[in-house]
């Protein structure tokens, strides 16, 4: 244990001056690439950023969509339900250095405009996917990143066409087990969703950002998170409602507005869904004829007015 112990500092200490930035998406293979930070910039779909060094602070204004970010000058066309892959890599575009915390994907609907012209400050945020360790692995699936591959989302099947912003996240835990030590690289890329669903959040799935997490959350300060046996609770809301198939109840795992229960890195149990789906049956009407009450018997008072009733 001692050995452990010493370990982790320096593992973690190896970590402190590699960042990164979402260099390339591609949506069913087609691929958009990103600018690097602070250089050149290009028409692209991905938001630029001023710096490839991570956001620290859950409520560091930044963890919108990165430091310094300005919109692209394209809009990616999507369907519902297409594969989205993410490349994330340093600024010199080597591998992502990375390898220990969650990742985290939110949307955001821009209305009318297109995303170019939206203000992300007024954005309001749904969760569609979140990942954290392997199944029955103790590698976070952050790994395949730090192994130079890329990592995928879908978008919701039923998702309603419209202009979204697509929000991909990655939360570096390598040094949370201090208090405001978690480290927060946004990419957030520009969408229109075609098709013909109607698939949208309730009132109760959307967050701002910041404003869904703290310092202090759980799955962001994180005293157990080289504890491959320890269960990890992501921040912020559940996975949207209309996304995941579960009704939202309660308050969020993080300090967001989001609603549901908190959510953990173990897959939930197949017959809670049903269960907990709870609907008011509503009784048939009754027919006219059975409003009709007649009484079983005449009461003495009854019977005594009918008799003096009959002898006038």
Known sequence: MKTTSFFVPLFAAAYVSAHGFLNQISINGKVFTGNVPSGKTNPSVIRQITTQDPIKGATNPAVTCGTGSTPGSLIADANPGDT?????????????PHNTG?????????????????????????????????????????????????????????????????????????????KGGAEFYEGCSQLRVGGSQTGAPAAGDLVSLPGAYSDSDPGIFDPSVFDPSAKYIFP??????????????GSGSGSGSGSGTPTTNSPPKASSTKASSCKIKKRPAASPAAEIVRPRHISRVMRRLAFDNSMH
Request: net charge positive; aromatic share 10%; with cysteine.
């Open 236 to 249: 912020g809301p559940p996975v949207a409602s209309f996304v995941s198939g579960t009704a939202t109840t």
């Open 84 to 96: 989205v892959s993410f490349d994330w890599r340093t600024a010199s575009l080597g591998k992502w």
């Open 102 to 178: 969650p990742m985290l994907t939110y949307m955001a609907n821009c209305g009318q405009t297109t995303c170019d012209k939206f203000d992300i400050s007024q954005a309001k945020w749904f969760k569609i996917d979140q990942v954290g360790r392997k199944p029955g692995s103790s590698d976070w699936a952050q790994v395949d990143l730090f192994n130079g591959q890329t990592v995928s989302v879908n978008l919701p099947k039923t998702l309603a066409p419209g202009n979204y912003i697509l929000r991909h996240e990655i939360i570096a835990l390598h040094l949370a087990t201090s």
